[in-house]
């Protein structure tokens, strides 16, 4: 009788090991969905985001996430503009059991304006140049939106740190100052 309990108690024990085993690596599949799917969200609340505050849609390039300091940088475009020289830097921290959001767009915004007076001004000495500004700060006053402007961001202090470049044609050969 001993030997019939033995032998049923070791059955159960292989069987019950051998589903177990098979249902760890269900909860491992199923823990690395759900991270992808934390990730695919909070992506979702920084695109959110920007489109409430500018009013735009933005399209994502691509996601870098420091999940151990709770940052999650999120590159994107406005739909509609050329996503090579037109993306910025978004941006969702966790501080404090607080989300922040943070973005470089409002460089966006006012680069026209920018480059038109850099371009004013090498007009003077070069009729025919061309004018690009990069911004090189991902960041901006979260006050600073839409209708916001170079003058604004320069009363409330905001650096404006960039990368103009400058070109010209001198007798038909293009030159980058």
Same mark, same amino acid.
């Given at each position: 009788?001993?030997?019939?309990?033995?032998?049923?108690?070791?059955?159960?024990?292989?069987?019950?090991?051998?589903?177990?085993?098979?249902?760890?690596?269900?909860?491992?599949?199923?823990?690395?969905?759900?991270? %992808?799917?934390? $990730?695919?969200?909070?992506?979702?609340?920084?695109?959110?985001?920007? =489109?409430? @505050?500018?009013?735009? !849609? +933005?399209?994502?390039?691509?996601?870098?996430?420091?999940?151990?300091?709770?940052?999650?940088?999120?590159?994107?475009?406005?739909?509609?503009?050329?996503?090579?020289?037109?993306?910025?830097?978004?941006?969702?921290?966790?501080?404090?059991?607080?989300?922040?959001?943070?973005?470089?767009?409002?460089?966006?915004?006012?680069?026209? %304006?920018?480059? $038109?007076?850099?371009?004013?001004?090498?007009?003077?000495?070069?009729? =025919?140049? @061309?004018?690009?500004? !990069? +911004?090189?700060?991902?960041?901006?006053?979260?006050?600073?939106?839409?209708?916001?402007?170079?003058?604004?961001?320069?009363?409330?202090?905001?650096?404006?740190?960039?990368?103009?470049?400058?070109?010209?044609?001198?007798?038909?050969?293009?030159?980058?100052?």
């Amino acid at each position: 009788m001993k030997r019939k309990v033995l032998l049923i108690i070791s059955i159960i024990a292989i069987f019950g090991g051998a589903v177990v085993g098979c249902g760890s690596e269900k909860i491992k599949e199923k823990k690395q969905m759900t991270k %992808e799917e934390a $990730k695919l969200s909070r992506q979702n609340e920084i695109l959110k985001h920007l =489109e409430e @505050k500018y009013g735009e !849609k +933005f399209i994502p390039l691509n996601m870098n996430s420091e999940y151990i300091k709770g940052l999650d940088i999120l590159q994107v475009y406005k739909e509609g503009t050329n996503p090579v020289t037109d993306k910025v830097e978004a941006c969702r921290e966790e501080k404090d059991g607080k989300v922040e959001f943070y973005d470089g767009y409002f460089g966006m915004i006012i680069r026209p %304006e920018y480059e $038109k007076m850099i371009k004013d001004e090498v007009d003077k000495i070069f009729p =025919e140049s @061309k004018v690009y500004v !990069k +911004f090189k700060f991902n960041s901006f006053e979260d006050s600073l939106k839409h209708g916001s402007t170079y003058e604004d961001a320069i009363r409330i202090g905001e650096s404006l740190a960039n990368v103009t470049r400058i070109y010209i044609d001198v007798d038909g050969e293009k030159i980058n100052l």
